[in-house]
């Protein structure tokens, strides 16, 4: 027993010299260590409570009251020590010397890159504000009534095996398939006359070299009186010459889209060969980047627009699509796999 006491009052001593020395530069570290060495699970206090339970019954209080008071003085000192640490740190830090951000940069910088469909988006809402057009955006998870049944895609029709949907569990909610929901939230929003586009993502189950999950399209919307086909020429026209050169010609071909009529299919030249014909292209000179038309007076019965009045043109172009014509990228899928090598060959934007 007596050594017990005599054992505390020995360590007592061997805290206060250690403790002194952390005194000297308290910083959090030291005292986090000092604090595990004494007060931690292994620590020199926990050894001595262990050996109180084989001191005798009798003298065990007097022994439990010794480690006590060690363990109190050295919490005491260990809070002590934490509070000179908040003080002592700061000066130490600012006794530093200091960095001079004025100095040029040693070795080679490394600077960031865009995504190549980040790349195509700016350029093209670049082309679009220059023409006036509002930048829209809309929700990813929607209901079926934007994404289809307002589209005039009714529940049941075959149009909707056009798009292979990503349903929610509550079925009333989806993953949009197109950007053209956006056209509703728009139109319900805004009276005409409207002027807008809208990119984003869409989703599809569908993978392969040429299709990926999740891809990006822009939407366009121009709904005002006296609005016609030639509206609709004029501007895709335009704004494929502005992103990818006066040189290139479009084409249009009649399709089937449940929210325009009539529905037309938009070709570009191949960027590649020019329309000369080369693998890219299938040999035909023309690629394919998106859909567009009249809008469907169906549609706007849906956003209570008045169709004897108003008429509007709408397109759907995919982002990606046009950023691996204009930048020659031969995978889409490569597109989003977000390796660091093959993203930072991209220039960056200006
Ligand atoms: N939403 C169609 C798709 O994803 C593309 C499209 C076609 C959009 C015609 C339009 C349009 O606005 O008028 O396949």
């Known amino acids: 027993m ?4 005599d054992n505390a009052r020995k360590l007592q001593e061997e805290f206060t010299a ?6 000297e530069t308290p910083r959090s570290s030291l005292i986090e260590e000092l604090r595990v060495s004494w007060l931690g699970r292994k620590g020199a206090l926990n050894k001595l409570y262990e050996d109180l339970k084989s001191v005798d019954k009798a003298e065990r209080p007097e022994a439990g009251k010794a480690i006590n008071q060690l363990r109190q003085s050295i919490e005491k000192e260990v809070n002590e020590l934490k509070e000179l640490a908040v003080g002592f740190e700061i000066k130490e830090k600012l006794s530093r010397t200091p960095v001079d951000i004025s100095l040029p940069l ?8 865009l995504h190549p469909v980040t790349l195509m988006r700016s350029l093209l809402l670049k082309a679009f504000r220059r023409l006036g057009f509002t930048v829209y955006d809309g929700p990813e998870v929607d209901q079926d009534f934007y994404n289809f049944s307002a589209l005039n895609i009714p529940e049941h029709h075959p149009a909707r095996d056009m798009q292979d949907t990503f349903f929610l569990k509550d079925k009333n909610f989806l993953l949009r398939t197109h950007t053209s929901n956006i056209q509703i939230h728009a139109m319900l929003q805004e009276k005409p006359p409207v002027r807008l586009v809208a990119p984003g993502r869409v989703y599809r189950v569908d993978n392969d070299a040429t ?3 999740m891809f990006h399209q822009i939407e366009c919307v121009v709904v005002d009186r006296g609005i016609s086909f030639s509206h609709l020429k004029g501007i895709i026209d335009s704004f494929l010459k502005s992103v990818f050169g006066n040189d290139l010609q479009t084409r249009f071909r009649p399709s089937f889209f449940p929210f325009v009529e009539p529905g037309a299919e938009v070709d570009l030249q191949c960027t590649i060969c020019r329309g000369k014909g080369c693998r890219v292209c299938s040999h035909t000179g023309w690629l ?6 009249m809008i469907h007076p169906n549609v706007f019965e849906s956003v209570q627009y008045d169709s004897e009045d108003y008429t509007g043109f709408a397109f759907g172009f995919g982002i990606d699509r046009m950023a691996m014509l204009a930048y020659g990228l031969p995978d889409l899928r490569q597109m989003f796999t977000g390796d660091y090598r093959y993203l930072s060959q991209f220039p960056i934007y200006r």
């Open 18 to 23: 250690e403790a002194g020395k952390v005194r």
């Open 2 to 5: 007596a050594s017990l006491i």
């Open 106 to 113: 040693k070795g080679e910088l490394s600077q960031g890159s």
């Open 288 to 293: 394919e980047i998106g859909g567009s038309g």
């Open 211 to 213: 299709h990926t999950p």
